[in-house]
């Protein structure tokens, strides 16, 4: 966790949770004899050496293979319905959808984006739109309407799928303002004004579909991450990062064809993507898509009831099932899990420790970004953890902590010292663009090092552990928010002078968003003023982005250039003095981890 020092304190593994041989069971010699191109072999490629296309890598291989009615998708609603997909029934699906996407025109390189919870129609819809040559970017469903709409302006969607009811309460006011979107398609056989019912269509298409030639730099996925300032950043991925999935799942989830996998993360973000969607299916996993929201106890009934055997999910979702006082109700029920992965932001060493207790099993932590596209440090199945470390590098992946040298050189520091984590490019899930902004995207760089912008420190073991943040993004709940978005929401109200939002450490959820405020004058900061606000933050932001403290306060510290010293707001926070920043991190090029 941010400032816990290394110790040499490790948690081995149960007898239980090693029954079956890891798929990395020496780290030394794994990462000595890999090389990428080898790796390559455990993808198919499209036939012919007609390239390599995500869709045939996680759906289409299966389904004309042995896996061909292994089942590829278990669907679980919020109320214990369930519906399962085979991987035959699942590339039908996904051909209907693409079929019908050519019907509606498009195009190699369109933009579709997906609104929509946490059904087995997502998938569908996110493999469909890849064979059909789109670029699929995903939207977290709980967002409201104005960074929605922001975002399909910003990527120029063409197309958006989602459900009647989030297209009436998020995206019809605003559609008028998003000039590109021509379709929008409904699940369902009817859907509101303006909209294209998808039912109907994808009963008229054709089960089958020849996927053209592609070539693996061919832009794939587009995720929009927040920035410190200024608008959202559009991280482009491509069709070859499937290799990247497939490899980072097998290492640090140690996953493989025949388990019953569930990723817990919103589709909407990176983690949902990559390894809630792409990286099961180009296993041969069978993927648990649940539908509800989080529930401690319900979620114990899920993993029991459903079998599962790897478990992906976040350390706020971790400290709250502690929090709810589960203590060791795991272990008899669970009998087939047999390895636990978190993500998001750091796992602290108590947590490691209460998964030993409640599971039987210890929990994972790894660290990756949305700019990386997949896993690049992990704590595996086989090796000793070391509560509070992030782990070892990735096969086939050079990291370092480093220091800026000047004149485009970074210095990399030895054992025990604080620096920022940097990673040698490429691998295959790094992301190639900012959308429209190159030159963000080249400042990322120095080098042939991606700069991550986290705070880091590395053991004598190769061990990593991670310091803290270099950026004012706010990891909250396993989401990043870019305190600009809160802040324009809050401008927007004609009481606000000034707003600065910060992040507040907390128990659960990491950080939560505190705001701090100015006010107009003939306006009194009271208890009603600071409802309004919150309330017009929730409206239009929606709760996952929106502040749960507002302070008042007479002005907020800036720079000479007038922008909001964030760092000193949280100093004042944090009760550091405030002259000695030093403990603070300087803003970096790049982004914080996955969420």
């Not at 799942?249 to 983690?271: E, I, M, Q, S």
């Not at 990386?372 to 509560?387: E, S």
């Not at 450490?505 to 939560?512: I, M």
């Amino acid at each position: 966790m941010p400032g816990e020092r290394p110790t040499n304190t490790q948690i081995d593994k149960s007898p239980a949770s090693l029954a079956a041989p890891p798929n990395l069971t020496d780290w030394t010699a794994e990462r000595a004899a890999f090389s990428w191109e080898a790796a390559r072999a455990m993808l198919d490629g499209l036939p012919g050496g007609a390239g390599l296309h995500i869709a045939h890598e996680a759906v289409r291989r299966h389904a004309r293979g042995p896996l061909a009615g292994h089942t590829a998708l278990v669907g679980v609603g919020a109320h214990g319905e369930r519906r399962a997909l085979t991987y035959e029934a699942l590339w039908q699906a996904t051909s209907r959808f693409a079929n019908a996407l050519v019907a509606l025109g498009a195009r190699r390189g369109d933009r579709l984006f997906v609104l929509m919870p946490r059904v087995p129609e997502l998938t569908v819809a996110v493999m469909g739109a890849l064979s059909a040559g789109c670029v699929v970017c995903p939207l977290f469903a709980a967002f409201g309407p104005e960074p929605i709409a922001q975002r399909l302006t910003l990527g120029s969607a063409r197309f958006l799928v989602t459900t009647s009811a989030l297209y009436q309460r998020k995206v019809a006011a605003a559609r008028p303002s998003v000039p590109h979107l021509e379709h929008v398609l409904v699940l369902g056989a009817e859907g509101p004004p303006g909209t294209t019912p998808l039912d109907e269509r994808l009963a008229a298409a054709a089960a089958d579909f020849e996927l053209p030639p592609t070539d693996p730099e061919q832009p794939a996925l587009l995720h929009f991450t927040s920035g410190t300032t200024g608008r959202p950043k559009g991280a482009l991925h491509v069709h070859g990062a499937v290799l990247h999935h497939l490899v980072s799942a097998h290492y640090a989830l140690d996953l493989r064809a025949g388990d019953v996998f569930w990723c817990t993360a919103d589709p909407g973000w990176v983690t949902g993507m990559s390894y809630g969607v792409v990286a099961p299916l180009a296993l041969g996993a069978t993927n648990l898509v649940y539908e509800g929201e989080f529930d401690p106890r319900g979620w114990l009934d899920v993993l029991a009831r459903e079998q599962v055997t790897v478990w992906y999910t976040a350390p706020t979702a971790v400290r709250m099932m502690r929090r709810a006082g589960l203590g060791a109700a795991g272990p008899e029920r669970l009998q087939h899990l047999r390895f636990i992965a978190s993500v998001g932001e750091p796992l602290d060493a108590e947590a490691v420790r209460w998964g030993v207790e409640a599971f039987g099993l210890p929990i994972h932590d790894n660290w990756w970004q949305t700019e990386t596209g997949g896993i690049l440090i992990a704590n595996y199945a086989a090796m000793p953890i070391r509560p509070g470390s992030m782990g070892r590098p990735l096969p086939g992946v050079e990291v370092a902590v480093v220091r800026r040298a000047g004149e485009g050189r970074v210095e990399a520091l030895p054992p025990g010292e604080q620096g920022e984590l940097a990673v040698r490019r490429p691998w295959p899930g790094m992301f190639r663009a900012y959308l429209n902004d190159p030159a963000r995207y080249a400042g990322c760089f120095v080098g042939d090092w991606y700069l991550s912008g986290d705070l880091a420190r590395m053991d004598e073991d190769g061990y990593l552990w991670f310091v803290g943040r270099a950026d004012d993004v706010i990891k909250t709940a396993g989401h990043l928010v870019g305190p600009f978005e809160v802040e324009r929401v809050l401008l927007s109200h004609p009481a606000v002078a000034e707003a600065g939002v910060i992040g507040r450490p907390d128990p659960v959820a990491g950080e939560v968003i505190k705001a701090f405020v100015a006010l107009r004058p003939g306006h009194a900061p009271d208890d009603g003023l600071r409802r309004e606000l919150l309330g017009l933050s929730r409206k239009r932001l929606g709760p996952a982005l929106s502040p749960r403290e507002i302070a008042f306060v007479d002005g907020l510290p800036k720079t000479r250039s007038g922008k909001i010293l964030r760092r000193l707001l949280r100093a004042r926070e944090l009760g550091l003095p405030e002259g000695d920043l030093s403990t603070l991190e300087p803003e970096p090029p790049g982004a914080g981890r996955a969420s």
